[in-house]
């Protein structure tokens, strides 16, 4: 099968048993990969109700059709799962070189099953797999482990690790990848650790069959040459993600103090300019990247290297919880990688944390003796010690802070940031509609790189509450997570606004079929509403109130910054979804309906 590694890996760890079965072409034919490939085996695989911490549910790790290829940033892995912090779908996807090596290997999902008995990692070389003791690794940090991992099976094995919060089953635990990368959301990462997997390690040496190597050269060099036309491309390479923080602060979206701010009193410490000039060593990029993002770091501060900090952990580690200096939030950085623990989660779970201090919901007595105060870098490397360790009020905070505002009452829910129990990512928007929207019907949470609609509220007018702007994150819900069925980087078009036109070509050279974007997003919104039929199937009761943003956004006006007084009203968000739902053809409740299911070609698998 052209474009694939055309088997899937199956591991079961409860038994041991390792099998290889093709990758079936009509998934592939409907699905594409990647994502596509990973709720497509979740929905038909696991069991409805599955325990996200027990031996029913699976991790699917999925590479796409461009991974490993000739395309600008072919270098993108999805991680798909149960979610134990939501109970709903998780998808995380991770830059580096594991999607690449996968491929070159032969695969394109590994479908990981059951409970081990011991700590083990996964070993890949080609068509040896093997099960491995990893009991000397448990216990041990994530960039330590793979440093580890390198040293023993060599510097060719990409390696994917979990942190001691993957393995205490904090609910925000991620996977660690390339020495700072990580897919980050929704608990892939506790997953592994309640299956005892404390990492996989893969190598590869076989060709990827492609169906026409001189068009796939042809198009794939012209490809790289637009991204490094591009006049966004200097800027991009010099500050990465981290050149959105100034920006951010004076548009009123930077995160601040629990999301109660948009801005920052003074951000220069923690500005793109400001890392670049202090921190940063060199530019580091995933596999195939013309254009490298991560920036890796070094503090003399705390004496650590890190990659980063990204923007959504200066935004969530730095704004959220008044951070000002840009060594602060990289050591706090440090800390995340090593341990483990999601940096957006984290952010957001501290803030909340400190408000709740503030307010005196939490005590001295509940902390340990711990003030919890605003810019405090103590306090946050502190708690990030604690929660991965489940110590003390860490045992709280490593449920989310949904779950820990259910337990801690009083009106601590109105302030926990989070949709459908996932904590909001790093854009404040009180006063960007479409941006709230995208939030509010993510399909894994308050994420935001489903739909990055803010600068289209920008434009457009940030009052507005308009069709075009529902249009607007339907649209970039299809088209941004279709990069992740690809297996490949969607920032080339993001930032550098390379032409969407080339992926069609360089596609079909791979695969050899021909398919335009309209076929494209149609096979996007498959998953999407497939996405949105496994919460429905997973959650009792779940439907237009799952969709319902924090309160903290249509009760508490912005407290400061340049939407100060904004707020949104409850009628609007109201309307967001009226029309968000039709528009989609789902029910008023928020539930696709029959014909939509069957338009899609999804009514067999829904049953
Ligand atoms: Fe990786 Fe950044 Fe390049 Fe995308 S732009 S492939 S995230 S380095």
Known sequence: MNGYGGRILRVNLTTGQITKEPTPPDVAEKFLGGRGFGIYFLYTEVPKGADPLGPENKLIVSSGPLSGTL??????????????????YASASVGGHLTAEL??????????EGISPKPVYLYINDDEVELRDASDL????SITVETELKKRLGEEFQIATIGPAGENLVKYAC???????QAGRGGVGTVMGAKKLKAIAVHGTRDIPVADPQALLRLGTEAYKACKASGAFEAWVRYGTSGVTVWSNEVGAFPVRNF???ALEDYSGLSGETMRERIVVTDKGCFGCPSPCGKYSHSKKYNIYVEGPEYE????????????????????????DELGIDSISAGNVIAFAIECFEKGILTREDTGGLELRWSDPQVVFALLEKIARREGIGNL?????KYASQQLGENSWEFAIHVKGMEMSGYECHNAPAMLLSYMTCDVGAHHNRSWAITYDLQVGRDLVTPDKVERVIYLQHVRPLFDCLGACRLQWVELSIDLGLYPPILKAITGIDRSWEDLLKISERVWNLTRMYWVREIEGFGREWDYPPPRFYKEPVTYGPTKGKKMSWEDIQKLLDMYYEKRGWDKNGIPTREKLEELGLAEIIG
């Open 71 to 88: 395309t600008p940033g072919a270098g993108k892995m999805d991680f798909t799962t149960k979610s134990p912090l939501t109970g709903g």
């Open 103 to 112: 491929k070159y290997a032969g695969y394109d999902s590994i479908i990981i």
């Open 138 to 141: 448990w216990g041990k940090g």
């Open 175 to 181: 996977i660690t990848h390339d020495f700072g990368r």
């Open 260 to 262: 109660q701010a948009g």
């Open 313 to 336: 952990t200066t935004a969530l580690i730095g704004g959220d919880c008044a951070l000002l200096d840009i060594e602060d939030v990289a050591y706090a950085n440090w800390l995340c």
């Open 397 to 401: 905070l490593a449920e989310g802070v």
